[in-house]
Protein backbone atom coordinates (compact mmCIF):
# COMPACT_ATOMS: atom_id res chain seq x y z
CA UNK A 1 0.00 0.00 0.00
CA UNK A 2 1.01 3.61 -1.01
CA UNK A 3 1.02 6.36 1.15
CA UNK A 4 -1.00 7.78 -0.70
CA UNK A 5 -4.44 5.48 0.00
CA UNK A 6 -6.93 6.33 2.28
CA UNK A 7 -6.13 6.11 5.55
CA UNK A 8 -9.96 5.02 6.13
CA UNK A 9 -9.16 2.46 3.80
CA UNK A 10 -6.73 0.82 5.57
CA UNK A 11 -4.23 -1.54 4.42
CA UNK A 12 -6.22 -4.80 3.96
CA UNK A 13 -9.40 -3.10 2.33
CA UNK A 14 -10.65 -4.94 -0.44
CA UNK A 15 -12.56 -7.53 -1.96
CA UNK A 16 -11.33 -11.20 -2.25
CA UNK A 17 -12.30 -13.11 -4.91
CA UNK A 18 -12.22 -16.70 -5.89
CA UNK A 19 -9.15 -18.62 -6.49
CA UNK A 20 -8.56 -18.28 -10.33
CA UNK A 21 -6.14 -20.75 -11.12
CA UNK A 22 -4.50 -22.17 -14.75
CA UNK A 23 -6.77 -24.75 -16.76
CA UNK A 24 -4.45 -27.80 -16.13
CA UNK A 25 -6.36 -29.98 -14.65
CA UNK A 26 -8.40 -27.74 -12.54
CA UNK A 27 -12.04 -28.30 -11.41
CA UNK A 28 -13.19 -25.25 -10.37
CA UNK A 29 -16.44 -25.10 -8.17
CA UNK A 30 -15.48 -22.22 -6.35
CA UNK A 31 -16.69 -19.26 -8.14
CA UNK A 32 -20.47 -20.37 -9.49
CA UNK A 33 -19.29 -20.63 -12.73
CA UNK A 34 -21.61 -22.01 -15.06
CA UNK A 35 -21.10 -25.86 -16.27
CA UNK A 36 -21.65 -25.62 -19.69
CA UNK A 37 -19.93 -23.20 -22.20
CA UNK A 38 -22.43 -20.48 -23.88
CA UNK A 39 -24.52 -20.78 -26.59
CA UNK A 40 -22.31 -21.03 -29.76
CA UNK A 41 -24.05 -17.97 -30.93
CA UNK A 42 -21.84 -16.03 -28.60
CA UNK A 43 -18.44 -15.99 -30.71
CA UNK A 44 -20.02 -15.52 -34.04
CA UNK A 45 -21.59 -12.38 -32.44
CA UNK A 46 -18.67 -11.43 -30.78
CA UNK A 47 -16.46 -11.47 -33.90
CA UNK A 48 -18.95 -9.59 -35.95
CA UNK A 49 -19.23 -6.68 -33.28
CA UNK A 50 -15.10 -6.74 -33.00
CA UNK A 51 -14.73 -5.68 -36.43
CA UNK A 52 -16.61 -2.94 -35.58
CA UNK A 53 -14.35 -2.05 -32.54
CA UNK A 54 -12.62 1.62 -33.96
CA UNK A 55 -16.77 2.79 -32.96
CA UNK A 56 -17.83 3.84 -29.27
CA UNK A 57 -20.31 1.38 -27.84
CA UNK A 58 -23.96 3.00 -27.18
CA UNK A 59 -24.09 4.44 -23.80
CA UNK A 60 -27.30 2.66 -22.93
CA UNK A 61 -26.47 -0.73 -24.27
CA UNK A 62 -28.60 -1.15 -27.20
CA UNK A 63 -29.76 -2.98 -28.63
CA UNK A 64 -29.46 -5.28 -25.35
CA UNK A 65 -31.34 -2.67 -23.38
CA UNK A 66 -34.39 -3.31 -25.78
CA UNK A 67 -34.12 -6.87 -26.14
CA UNK A 68 -33.86 -7.31 -22.29
CA UNK A 69 -37.25 -4.66 -21.95
CA UNK A 70 -39.05 -7.32 -24.26
CA UNK A 71 -37.80 -9.92 -22.54
CA UNK A 72 -38.91 -8.99 -18.99
CA UNK A 73 -42.95 -7.03 -20.55
CA UNK A 74 -41.34 -3.48 -19.32
CA UNK A 75 -40.28 -0.38 -21.71
CA UNK A 76 -36.74 0.45 -22.57
CA UNK A 77 -36.68 2.75 -19.64
CA UNK A 78 -37.07 0.49 -16.86
CA UNK A 79 -33.59 -1.20 -17.92
CA UNK A 80 -30.47 -0.62 -16.56
CA UNK A 81 -27.48 -2.61 -18.83
CA UNK A 82 -23.95 -2.31 -16.90
CA UNK A 83 -20.66 -3.97 -17.03
CA UNK A 84 -21.64 -7.02 -14.50
CA UNK A 85 -24.27 -6.69 -11.60
CA UNK A 86 -21.41 -5.36 -9.35
CA UNK A 87 -21.24 -2.14 -11.38
CA UNK A 88 -25.15 -2.00 -11.01
CA UNK A 89 -24.54 -2.55 -7.82
CA UNK A 90 -21.53 0.44 -7.65
CA UNK A 91 -24.43 2.65 -9.39
CA UNK A 92 -26.74 2.26 -6.51
CA UNK A 93 -24.30 3.51 -3.74
CA UNK A 94 -23.48 6.33 -6.24
CA UNK A 95 -26.80 7.74 -6.79
CA UNK A 96 -28.47 6.90 -3.79
CA UNK A 97 -26.41 6.95 -0.83
CA UNK A 98 -24.66 10.19 1.22
CA UNK A 99 -21.31 9.96 3.14
CA UNK A 100 -22.34 8.48 6.40
CA UNK A 101 -25.92 7.11 5.24
CA UNK A 102 -26.67 3.37 6.75
CA UNK A 103 -26.68 0.89 4.21
CA UNK A 104 -28.32 -2.31 5.20
CA UNK A 105 -28.22 -5.81 3.95
CA UNK A 106 -28.24 -9.34 5.54
CA UNK A 107 -25.78 -11.79 6.86
CA UNK A 108 -24.39 -13.60 5.74
CA UNK A 109 -24.53 -12.34 2.44
CA UNK A 110 -22.12 -11.35 -0.75
CA UNK A 111 -19.03 -10.09 1.03
CA UNK A 112 -18.52 -6.50 -1.41
CA UNK A 113 -21.16 -4.80 0.22
CA UNK A 114 -18.72 -3.64 2.75
CA UNK A 115 -15.93 -2.84 0.41
CA UNK A 116 -18.13 -0.63 -1.46
CA UNK A 117 -19.83 0.90 1.73
CA UNK A 118 -16.32 1.70 2.64
CA UNK A 119 -15.24 2.84 -0.82
CA UNK A 120 -18.65 5.58 -0.43
CA UNK A 121 -17.93 5.86 3.12
CA UNK A 122 -20.79 4.70 4.16
CA UNK A 123 -22.43 3.20 7.38
CA UNK A 124 -22.45 -0.75 6.36
CA UNK A 125 -25.23 -2.20 8.82
CA UNK A 126 -26.63 -5.71 8.69
CA UNK A 127 -29.22 -7.79 10.30
CA UNK A 128 -28.88 -11.60 10.50
CA UNK A 129 -30.51 -13.94 8.48
CA UNK A 130 -33.10 -16.13 10.25
CA UNK A 131 -32.49 -19.53 9.99
CA UNK A 132 -35.04 -20.84 6.97
CA UNK A 133 -33.12 -17.74 4.66
CA UNK A 134 -36.14 -14.71 5.45
CA UNK A 135 -34.73 -11.88 6.80
CA UNK A 136 -35.04 -10.48 10.54
CA UNK A 137 -37.90 -8.50 11.93
CA UNK A 138 -36.37 -5.78 12.03
CA UNK A 139 -34.96 -5.82 8.08
CA UNK A 140 -37.72 -3.21 6.81
CA UNK A 141 -38.47 -0.71 9.65
CA UNK A 142 -34.52 -0.06 10.02
CA UNK A 143 -33.93 3.50 8.19
CA UNK A 144 -31.57 2.98 5.64
CA UNK A 145 -31.68 4.98 2.43
CA UNK A 146 -30.44 1.68 0.43
CA UNK A 147 -30.86 -1.85 1.46
CA UNK A 148 -30.06 -5.16 -0.48
CA UNK A 149 -31.66 -8.80 -0.47
CA UNK A 150 -29.33 -11.19 -2.41
CA UNK A 151 -32.06 -14.09 -3.77
CA UNK A 152 -31.28 -16.51 -3.91
CA UNK A 153 -28.67 -15.36 -1.47
CA UNK A 154 -25.30 -16.46 -1.71
CA UNK A 155 -23.35 -17.96 0.48
CA UNK A 156 -26.22 -20.11 1.52
CA UNK A 157 -28.39 -20.45 -1.48
CA UNK A 158 -31.21 -20.12 0.53
CA UNK A 159 -34.86 -18.22 -1.26
CA UNK A 160 -37.40 -16.45 -0.49
CA UNK A 161 -41.03 -16.45 -2.42
CA UNK A 162 -41.33 -12.89 -4.04
CA UNK A 163 -44.82 -12.64 -2.17
CA UNK A 164 -43.31 -13.59 0.93
CA UNK A 165 -40.18 -11.39 0.40
CA UNK A 166 -42.57 -8.73 -0.38
CA UNK A 167 -44.60 -9.38 2.85
CA UNK A 168 -41.32 -8.99 4.80
CA UNK A 169 -40.06 -5.78 3.12
CA UNK A 170 -43.71 -4.21 3.43
CA UNK A 171 -43.37 -0.07 4.44
CA UNK A 172 -39.36 -0.65 4.08
CA UNK A 173 -37.79 2.68 3.27
CA UNK A 174 -35.20 3.91 0.81
CA UNK A 175 -34.32 2.10 -2.63
CA UNK A 176 -34.68 -1.23 -2.45
CA UNK A 177 -32.27 -3.65 -4.18
CA UNK A 178 -33.39 -7.64 -4.78
CA UNK A 179 -30.28 -8.79 -6.14
CA UNK A 180 -31.53 -11.96 -8.82
CA UNK A 181 -27.51 -13.46 -9.58
CA UNK A 182 -28.72 -16.86 -9.05
CA UNK A 183 -32.53 -16.74 -10.00
CA UNK A 184 -32.42 -18.63 -13.16
CA UNK A 185 -31.89 -21.63 -11.13
CA UNK A 186 -34.87 -20.81 -8.50
CA UNK A 187 -38.95 -21.16 -9.05
CA UNK A 188 -39.57 -17.31 -9.74
CA UNK A 189 -38.07 -13.93 -9.92
CA UNK A 190 -39.55 -10.57 -8.50
CA UNK A 191 -39.67 -8.54 -11.76
CA UNK A 192 -43.53 -9.24 -11.59
CA UNK A 193 -43.85 -7.23 -8.38
CA UNK A 194 -42.31 -4.39 -9.47
CA UNK A 195 -45.36 -2.29 -11.09
CA UNK A 196 -46.72 -2.34 -7.66
CA UNK A 197 -43.15 -1.19 -5.85
CA UNK A 198 -41.78 2.03 -6.61
CA UNK A 199 -38.80 1.99 -4.92
CA UNK A 200 -37.34 -1.64 -5.79
CA UNK A 201 -34.75 -2.21 -7.89
CA UNK A 202 -34.05 -6.16 -9.41
CA UNK A 203 -31.06 -6.92 -10.37
CA UNK A 204 -29.69 -9.64 -13.27
CA UNK A 205 -26.37 -11.19 -14.52
CA UNK A 206 -25.77 -12.86 -17.79
CA UNK A 207 -23.07 -14.74 -15.27
CA UNK A 208 -24.53 -17.40 -14.43
CA UNK A 209 -27.75 -18.97 -16.60
CA UNK A 210 -26.15 -17.81 -20.16
CA UNK A 211 -22.25 -18.74 -18.89
CA UNK A 212 -20.83 -15.40 -19.59
CA UNK A 213 -19.26 -14.50 -16.55
CA UNK A 214 -15.73 -13.59 -18.74
CA UNK A 215 -18.18 -11.06 -20.86
CA UNK A 216 -19.34 -9.10 -17.96
CA UNK A 217 -23.11 -8.17 -18.10
CA UNK A 218 -25.61 -7.40 -15.53
CA UNK A 219 -28.40 -5.04 -15.57
CA UNK A 220 -31.53 -3.89 -13.42
CA UNK A 221 -35.30 -3.09 -14.02
CA UNK A 222 -37.35 -0.74 -12.35
CA UNK A 223 -39.58 2.12 -12.36
CA UNK A 224 -38.48 4.39 -15.18
CA UNK A 225 -37.15 7.26 -12.44
CA UNK A 226 -34.87 4.83 -10.35
CA UNK A 227 -33.21 3.69 -13.87
CA UNK A 228 -33.05 7.54 -14.64
CA UNK A 229 -30.89 7.93 -11.43
CA UNK A 230 -28.41 4.93 -12.31
CA UNK A 231 -27.67 6.50 -15.93
CA UNK A 232 -27.18 9.56 -14.39
CA UNK A 233 -24.15 8.27 -12.36
CA UNK A 234 -23.11 5.39 -14.95
CA UNK A 235 -19.72 5.50 -16.46
CA UNK A 236 -19.67 7.08 -20.51
CA UNK A 237 -19.76 3.26 -22.27
CA UNK A 238 -20.28 0.92 -19.81
CA UNK A 239 -20.56 -2.05 -21.72
CA UNK A 240 -18.33 -2.82 -24.33
CA UNK A 241 -19.45 -3.32 -27.95
CA UNK A 242 -18.04 -6.94 -28.10
CA UNK A 243 -19.93 -7.80 -24.54
CA UNK A 244 -23.42 -6.46 -25.72
CA UNK A 245 -22.89 -8.44 -28.89
CA UNK A 246 -22.38 -11.89 -26.79
CA UNK A 247 -24.88 -11.21 -24.35
CA UNK A 248 -27.90 -9.87 -26.97
CA UNK A 249 -27.03 -13.53 -28.89
CA UNK A 250 -27.18 -15.57 -25.20
CA UNK A 251 -30.46 -13.96 -24.41
CA UNK A 252 -31.95 -15.02 -28.09
CA UNK A 253 -30.44 -18.58 -27.34
CA UNK A 254 -33.08 -19.89 -24.76
CA UNK A 255 -32.73 -23.41 -25.33
CA UNK A 256 -29.02 -23.49 -24.23
CA UNK A 257 -30.27 -21.14 -21.73
CA UNK A 258 -32.44 -23.96 -20.56
CA UNK A 259 -30.22 -26.64 -21.04
CA UNK A 260 -27.61 -24.82 -18.73
CA UNK A 261 -30.50 -24.45 -16.40
CA UNK A 262 -31.52 -28.15 -16.64
CA UNK A 263 -28.05 -29.10 -15.72
CA UNK A 264 -28.08 -27.03 -13.05
CA UNK A 265 -30.90 -28.56 -11.23
CA UNK A 266 -29.95 -32.33 -12.50
CA UNK A 267 -26.54 -31.92 -10.95
CA UNK A 268 -27.50 -29.85 -7.58
CA UNK A 269 -30.36 -32.51 -6.81
CA UNK A 270 -27.21 -35.28 -7.51
CA UNK A 271 -25.11 -33.91 -5.40
CA UNK A 272 -27.16 -32.86 -2.52
CA UNK A 273 -28.68 -36.59 -2.20
CA UNK A 274 -24.98 -37.90 -2.27
CA UNK A 275 -23.55 -35.32 0.37
CA UNK A 276 -26.68 -35.81 2.91
CA UNK A 277 -26.24 -39.68 2.02
CA UNK A 278 -22.49 -39.05 3.70
CA UNK A 279 -23.99 -37.20 6.59
CA UNK A 280 -23.29 -33.64 5.59
CA UNK A 281 -25.65 -30.84 6.44
CA UNK A 282 -26.54 -29.25 3.08
CA UNK A 283 -29.01 -26.17 3.26
CA UNK A 284 -31.86 -26.14 0.86
CA UNK A 285 -30.48 -24.14 -2.20
CA UNK A 286 -32.10 -22.63 -5.02
CA UNK A 287 -29.03 -21.76 -7.01
CA UNK A 288 -25.60 -22.78 -8.62
CA UNK A 289 -23.99 -24.20 -5.74
CA UNK A 290 -25.04 -25.42 -1.62
CA UNK A 291 -23.75 -24.63 1.63
CA UNK A 292 -22.81 -27.62 3.12
CA UNK A 293 -20.79 -28.68 6.35
CA UNK A 294 -19.13 -32.27 6.54
CA UNK A 295 -20.30 -34.34 9.25
CA UNK A 296 -18.16 -33.60 12.62
CA UNK A 297 -15.62 -33.65 13.38
CA UNK A 298 -14.12 -33.25 10.05
CA UNK A 299 -13.68 -29.40 9.78
CA UNK A 300 -14.67 -28.01 6.36
CA UNK A 301 -10.99 -25.66 5.98
CA UNK A 302 -9.89 -29.21 6.21
CA UNK A 303 -11.82 -30.58 3.25
CA UNK A 304 -11.04 -27.90 1.10
CA UNK A 305 -7.98 -28.19 1.79
CA UNK A 306 -7.62 -31.74 0.97
CA UNK A 307 -9.58 -31.39 -2.22
CA UNK A 308 -7.13 -28.33 -3.55
CA UNK A 309 -4.10 -31.04 -3.03
CA UNK A 310 -6.44 -32.94 -5.42
CA UNK A 311 -7.16 -30.08 -7.86
CA UNK A 312 -10.71 -29.45 -6.96
CA UNK A 313 -11.33 -25.61 -5.58
CA UNK A 314 -14.38 -24.95 -3.71
CA UNK A 315 -15.16 -21.71 -1.64
CA UNK A 316 -13.94 -21.68 2.26
CA UNK A 317 -15.34 -18.65 3.83
CA UNK A 318 -13.26 -17.84 7.38
CA UNK A 319 -16.01 -16.19 8.63
CA UNK A 320 -17.51 -16.87 12.48
CA UNK A 321 -20.66 -18.33 11.81
CA UNK A 322 -20.07 -20.01 8.52
CA UNK A 323 -16.32 -21.20 8.87
CA UNK A 324 -17.98 -24.48 9.32
CA UNK A 325 -19.59 -24.70 5.82
CA UNK A 326 -18.66 -25.05 2.18
CA UNK A 327 -20.05 -23.28 -0.52
CA UNK A 328 -19.71 -25.63 -3.62
CA UNK A 329 -20.61 -24.51 -7.05
CA UNK A 330 -22.32 -27.31 -8.94
CA UNK A 331 -20.44 -28.74 -12.45
CA UNK A 332 -21.86 -30.99 -15.18
CA UNK A 333 -22.21 -34.76 -14.13
CA UNK A 334 -18.90 -35.69 -14.43
CA UNK A 335 -17.62 -32.48 -12.68
CA UNK A 336 -20.12 -33.64 -9.81
CA UNK A 337 -18.72 -37.51 -10.07
CA UNK A 338 -15.06 -35.91 -9.74
CA UNK A 339 -15.82 -34.31 -7.09
CA UNK A 340 -17.91 -37.07 -4.95
CA UNK A 341 -14.68 -39.88 -5.72
CA UNK A 342 -12.46 -37.03 -4.11
CA UNK A 343 -14.63 -36.62 -1.10
CA UNK A 344 -15.02 -40.48 -0.51
CA UNK A 345 -11.08 -40.38 -0.88
Known amino acids: MSRYRRGSLGPDFGYTPGEQPGSDGWLKL???????????????????????????????????????????????????????????LDCCYRAFVEPGDTVLHPWPTYSLFPVLARVFAAHDATLPLQAGGGLDAAFAATPAPLRFVVNPNSPTGQWIAPRDLEAQLRDAGGVVVIDEAYVDFAPESCIELLHGHESWLVLR?????????????????????????????????????????????????????????????????????????????????????????????????????????????????????????????????????RLLTALAA
Open 205 to 337: TFSKGHALAGLRVGYAVGHAELIADLLAVKDSYPVDRCAIAGALAALEDRTHHERIVETVLTCRARLVEALQERGWDVLASHANFVFAAPPPPVRAADVAASLREQRILVRHFAHAGIDDRLRISIGDHDATE
Open 30 to 88: NTNEAPLPPSDRVAAAVREAAAELRRYPDPFGEPLRSALARHHGVEPSQVFVANGADQV
